[in-house]
């Protein structure tokens, strides 16, 4: 227990935001896993946590044959499975179902959408008829009809006023490649601004990566470091214990490049290394990340072969339980050349970072769950104790840990006490929890809040999507009518192909096993 406990002042800069008006949510697809596992107990928390608006409906529509009454006892019992705190809060979840309700629906059908119209009608304030966010947890196939029916009936408008307001909010994949991303971006924005458009990728939600601006930009001391003159190279990794599991059809489409890295990873990319915005507006932080995105270097196909390095895990065992093989999971084709592991070595083409190598990876079935990046810093000249002890005089490296374990370390050297003359790493740790207690809201919760506020900053826009599309799209066609060959597979339970490792010796690096913070 630390008697000298720090307590700063807090410089609470969300005061300003704008408060969250009354509205109906309307989720499409209400009856899927998505609504019952996250949706739902989002909503209830933040109905328990008092940041809900002072008015609010929450609509399922799907084709199944419900009741409002049948549906919320569904959700109920789901809630108690899926709710992050528990025992469910009856008191506030009989407030939160009287909210509740259900239409039953063909999305394809127009006659659903008057439907859906006469219950929105039967809600007596004006704002809860007009202000409305829909929410399309369907397949992406059907977010063009969605919005074309929904046009259509007069439901969604482009102007706000005495229309109040619309937005749609969808989750990726926003298309498979460049073109059908197109494609989709423009069948949303048919009939709706691209500032109706929430695009949610959940890691930003996350606190850890809405930290990566707090982080840099309210600190001096980092941002002088932040460029070419200091940093060596940076390593984000994300990696997952977890295999496919029931989602290999769903995998077989994607792979890791399709499923990580296009959004989450260049998501994090983004934040670690854009520019610092004019201002925190949504727009100003937007156009950095575009602006990162577009700075990135793209990879001809022989580039990639020698900067990408995919993987595919065959059977292993983790923590002494055996998994299959990816070629043996359910739906997946038992010859697949699909990636379960990708590794690649990006360069981004701007003052502050050029030549310095930001090394990314992600995988599944690899032996710790862990998101981190790692800023490896340049060795010290070799003088003094470098030049005495080499390699073994470990370069500085601040690690900001996303999850689990949240927190930011710093590694340097200090003398070990004693007699003789050593040098060893130790680290400086600051972790969310022993700093602010267990705060773990669901990205989920923030997510819909800022949906509902009408904050896009969280939100993916479309060039963001697009430019990310492009990136990866250069790194598909270098692997086009390439097999895997053997380097590229590794067993389940390691860390990832041992091309992997040869892909950083190339320029004298390792990879940093995420830690184990205990
Ligand atoms: C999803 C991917 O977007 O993110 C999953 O489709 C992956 O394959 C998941 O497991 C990881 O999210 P988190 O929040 O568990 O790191």
Not at 108 to 115: F, I, L, T
Not at 242 to 259: F, N, P, S, T
């Amino acid at each position: 227990m630390m008697d000298d406990q720090f307590e700063g002042e807090v410089c609470n800069i969300g005061v300003e935001r704008k408060l969250t008006e009354p509205c109906s949510i309307v989720i499409f697809g209400a009856s899927g896993d998505l609504t019952a596992r996250k949706l739902i107990p989002a909503f209830y928390h933040l109905c328990k946590d008092k940041l809900m608006p002072p008015d609010f409906r929450v609509i399922g529509f799907a084709r199944r044959d419900k009741t409002d009454e049948s549906w919320r006892a569904e959700l109920r019992e789901a809630l108690n499975q899926f709710s992050r705190t528990k025992p469910v809060d009856e008191k506030i979840w009989q407030a939160f179902e009287k909210n509740i309700f259900y239409c039953v629906g063909d999305l394809n059908d127009a006659a659903a959408y008057q439907k859906l119209e006469q219950k929105l009608n039967s809600f007596k304030s004006a704002p809860l008829r007009k202000n409305l966010l829909f929410y399309l947890a369907t397949q992406p196939s059907q977010f063009g009809v969605a919005v074309e029916q929904l046009h259509n009936a007069k439901l969604l408008h482009r102007e706000s006023g005495e229309h109040g307001w619309q937005r749609i909010v969808i989750e990726k994949p926003f298309g498979h490649d460049l073109a059908s991303a197109h494609a989709l971006n423009a069948e949303l924005t048919r009939f709706a601004h691209e500032q109706q458009v929430c695009r949610i990728d959940h890691y930003l939600g996350k606190e850890t990566v809405q930290n990566i601006l707090m982080f840099r930009f309210s600190n001096s001391i980092f941002e002088k470091l932040w460029n070419r003159n200091s940093v060596d190279h940076v390593q984000i990794t994300v990696s997952e214990k977890l295999g496919v599991g029931e989602r290999g059809g769903y995998y077989e489409e994607a792979g890791a490049i399709r499923d990580m890295v296009q959004n989450h990873m260049l998501q994090v990319l983004a934040l670690i290394a854009m520019e610092p915005p004019v201002s925190l507006e949504a727009e100003a932080v937007r156009d950095e990340k575009v602006k990162l995105l577009k700075s990135i270097r793209q990879l001809s196909p022989d580039e990639v072969a020698k900067q990408v390095v995919r993987g595919q895990y065959f059977a292993g065992a983790i923590d002494g339980q055996p998994r299959p093989g990816y070629r043996q999971e359910p739906k997946v084709k038992p010859d697949s050349n699909v990636e379960t592991y990708v590794a690649l070595k990006l360069f981004i083409d701007n003052w502050r970072w050029s030549d310095v190598p930001f090394y990314l990876r992600t995988g599944k079935n690899l032996p710790m769950s862990a998101s981190e990046v790692r800023i490896q810093f340049c060795p010290t000249p070799s003088v003094l104790f470098a030049a005495q002890c080499g390699n073994k005089l470990d370069a500085n490296a601040l690690t900001l840990r996303l999850q689990p374990n949240e927190g930011i370390s710093l590694r340097f050297n200090g003398k070990v006490p004693g007699m003789s003359l050593g040098v060893r790493p130790v680290r400086m740790y600051f972790s969310y929890d022993s700093e602010f207690g267990a705060y773990t809201p669901e990205a989920y919760e923030r997510l819909l809040l800022e949906a509902i506020a009408g904050d896009a900053t969280l939100f993916i826009r479309r060039d963001e999507v697009e430019t990310a599309w492009q990136i990866v799209d250069s790194i598909r066609k270098g692997w086009e009518n390439k097999p895997l060959t053997n380097r590229e597979f590794y067993a389940a339970g390691t860390w990832g192909p041992i091309a992997a490792d040869d892909l950083l010796a190339q320029s004298g690096h390792v990879w940093h096993e995420p830690q184990v913070i205990k």
